[in-house]
């Protein structure tokens, strides 16, 4: 079965599991060109290895708890913390309680913003 993602205007909620985190699972909920969104589902005492992604990212937690370990320091993420990432930079999860969080991946960079170009009249 394809898993399907969002399309532009469809929303989905990301209302915590509950009673229900135990049996759900990650999974992505936009991809394009240039962002990915993912909801994922962590189990207690599951570790993400160190890694590291080109884009920026955002980690929002929806429910539980997780370290979250990058620049020399780990940091507790709980329900409606978020915290951001420039990209390139290493970083591990561990989760300590049942966990679901937002990440949010930037996979090609933001075009600049355009200027207003002066008109000499």
Same mark, same amino acid.
């Given at each position: 079965? %394809?898993?399907?993602? +969002? ?7 990301? #209302? ?5 985190? %135990?049996?759900s ?7 394009? #060109?240039?962002l ?8 207690? =005492? ?6 590291r ?16 370990? %990058? ?16 990209g =390139?930079?290493?970083?591990? +999860?561990?989760a ?5 969080? +937002?990440?949010?991946? +930037? ?14 009249e």
């Amino acid at each position: 079965m %394809a898993l399907t993602h +969002l399309a532009s205007g469809e929303a989905a909620s990301l #209302a915590p599991h509950g009673a229900a985190l %135990a049996s759900s699972r990650s999974h992505t909920l936009i991809k394009s #060109a240039a962002l990915e969104v993912n909801r994922l589902v962590l189990r207690a =005492g599951a570790r993400l290895r160190e890694h590291r992604v080109p884009g920026e990212i955002t980690v929002q937690c929806l429910e539980g708890e997780v370290d979250f370990e %990058a620049h020399g320091t780990t940091r507790r993420l709980r329900p409606g913390d978020l915290l951001y990432l420039t990209g =390139g930079v290493p970083h591990a +999860l561990h989760a300590h309680r049942d966990a679901s969080l +937002l990440l949010t991946i +930037l996979l090609a960079p933001a075009a600049a913003p355009s200027r207003p170009v002066a008109r000499d009249e």
